[in-house]
């Protein structure tokens, strides 16, 4: 596949592993980019005529009505059917050389996890659980779950995450090196000039492809980043120590870290809150508030569905990921207005601010949103 | 881990709940069946045209040959482009529905700027 970044940790694949790639990348890219256009079509000619005549009301229907509107009609059905199954078959297509390798990686990682010159750390603390619904829900429908682990020494949750996440990324029409870590520090280093962080944390960090670039851009700072699964972070160390990228990993809830008050300059995250609930995106902000150091800066970087600015119908038709791509918080995070989320976290108002943040090689752009911790502010407001 | 054992493998570790989108969860079913056969299909395309790219280079074929190749990025977004093509193909019972479904529209909003043309009063040439 056009992966970013060749490392040690990623599978041996055959010429048909690349094909049957491929193959799902094609069907993904007509399934986003001309099917699936095709729902609003649907909707103006068949299903709202339907719904105002049922509701006796020319009236605009509401988001839950064209839910059920959309799911009843055949041509929709068809789209979401297709969309689906082009979801499992790219894991059932990259779970299979992954198997096959799976002995290989796990040494690997091993091998860079113990290694002398390790550059970074690990740190999984004993008895740590994941958040309930990281457990319960599998999202993106990744086989087993984002945060499950089968023994001290599995790397299969990063494994997946990283060539899914390339795959599905590539299916929605970006380049095989977009990078939203680099995206989002173009704009700290156009926006802030000068600006030398010595301790970064990048909340949520997955198989840590956004972590490493601020490592390599940032080459004096101490970058951390915590995520919530063990085998997500065993892959994620073995990846930057692969790359040679200093990076200390932690098993940590990004709502309550054991990190002391003001230890950061710079906090990031990427596509971080659209997998977490109100409860636990409010209680982040509190957080990160706690950690920023006075002068600190913060960017949460995730992606552009906010529902302030869709009509009804486009609201209910992004809903499917909510249903059926597992991803319980999809349609909160897009109702959500984090800016006064932010300001009731401590943040003083003129500090936070949305923006756009241009993608590196994609269509369109991605959602952000800013906050600065003024120099003169004690960590405790 | 063999390759036979490696799909089993696979299989084993989904652990997705199956979805059934149409009333007729069989619809589903064939579905997946069509879209996996479709993929084989796909992947048989790719190595012909890595046979037939070997083939040129060299006049001969060696053995591991095929699953050695690696395409440049040039050939990778040719192939793209080709499977793209094929699922366009593949998909044109559905891509025809939307056609249809556009010209449909297209006739009632001519009828409807019709019958608005036709509603409007005649101006009457003596009303001065």
């Excluded at chain 1, 005549?53 to 020319?58: A, C, F, I, Q, V």
């Excluded at chain 1, 059932?92 to 290694?115: F, G, H, N, Q, V």
């Excluded at chain 1, 000039?193 to 390599?216: E, H």
Aim: proline share 6%.
């Amino acid at each position: 596949m056009v992966h970013e970044l060749k490392h040690s940790m990623l599978a041996r694949q055959t010429a048909d592993d690349l094909a049957r790639q491929r193959f799902v990348l094609a069907l993904k890219r007509e399934l986003t980019g001309r099917i699936r256009p095709g729902n609003q079509l649907i909707f103006d000619a068949r299903v709202k005529p339907a719904l105002q005549s049922r509701l006796r009301s020319k009236a605009p229907v509401d988001r839950e009505e064209i839910k059920r509107g959309l799911l009843a009609d055949p041509s929709w059905q068809t789209w979401a059917a297709l969309t689906r199954c082009s979801q499992e078959m790219m894991w059932a297509t990259i779970t299979e050389p992954l198997m096959r390798d799976r002995e290989r990686i796990e040494a690997e990682a091993k091998r860079l996890r113990e290694s002398p010159q390790k550059l970074g750390g690990l740190d999984l603390p004993a008895g740590f659980v994941p958040p309930a619904a990281m457990r319960e829900h599998h999202i993106h429908l990744q086989p087993q779950g984002y945060a499950y682990t089968s023994s001290s020494d599995d790397v299969m949750a990063g494994a997946l995450y990283e060539a899914g996440g390339n795959l599905y990324s590539m299916g929605q029409g970006m380049g095989g090196d977009d990078s939203k870590g680099f995206a989002a520090i173009r704009w700290i280093k156009a926006n802030r000039p000068g600006f030398a962080p010595r301790r970064i944390l990048d909340l949520g960090c997955s198989a840590g492809a956004s972590s490493v670039p601020y490592a390599q851009e940032f080459p004096d700072a101490e970058v951390h980043a915590i995520d919530v699964g063990a085998a997500m972070l065993r892959y994620a160390s073995a990846r930057a120590e692969s790359l040679g990228a200093r990076v200390f990993f932690h098993q940590m809830d990004c709502s309550a870290t054991t990190f002391p008050d003001g230890h950061f300059d710079l906090i990031v995250s990427h596509n971080l809150f659209h997998e977490a609930s109100d409860e636990t995106r409010n209680a982040t902000f509190r957080e990160i508030w706690r950690l920023l150091a006075p002068g600190g800066l913060n960017v949460n970087q995730d992606v552009a569905i906010q529902n302030a600015t869709r009509t009804p119908f486009e609201q209910a038709e992004r809903a499917y990921d909510v249903y059926y791509n597992d991803e319980p918080f999809w349609e909160s995070y897009a109702d959500a207005d984090m800016v006064p989320e932010l300001k009731a976290a401590g943040f003083p108002a003129d500090t936070v601010r949305e923006i756009q943040l241009g993608k590196i090689n994609g269509p369109g752009h991605w959602y952000a949103v800013i906050a600065e911790k003024p120099a003169a502010a004690s960590s405790r407001n | 881990m063999d390759q036979l054992n490696a799909v089993r493998a696979a299989i084993e570790y989904s652990t997705e709940p199956r979805i059934a989108f149409f009333e007729d969860p069989a619809v589903d079913r064939v579905l997946g069946i069509t879209m996996a056969v479709a993929q084989e299909v796909g992947t048989v395309l790719e190595r012909l045209d890595t046979l037939e790219r070997l083939l040129v280079q060299s006049g001969s074929l060696q053995a591991g040959a095929l699953q050695a190749y690696v395409p440049d990025p040039a050939v990778a977004k040719e192939r793209l482009t080709m499977q793209e093509a094929f699922v366009t193909r593949l998909l044109r019972v559905v891509e025809q529905e939307l056609v249809a479904l556009r010209a449909e529209q297209a006739e009632r909003s001519a009828a409807v700027a019709a019958e608005t043309t036709a509603s409007t009063p005649p101006r009457r040439a003596d009303a001065a």
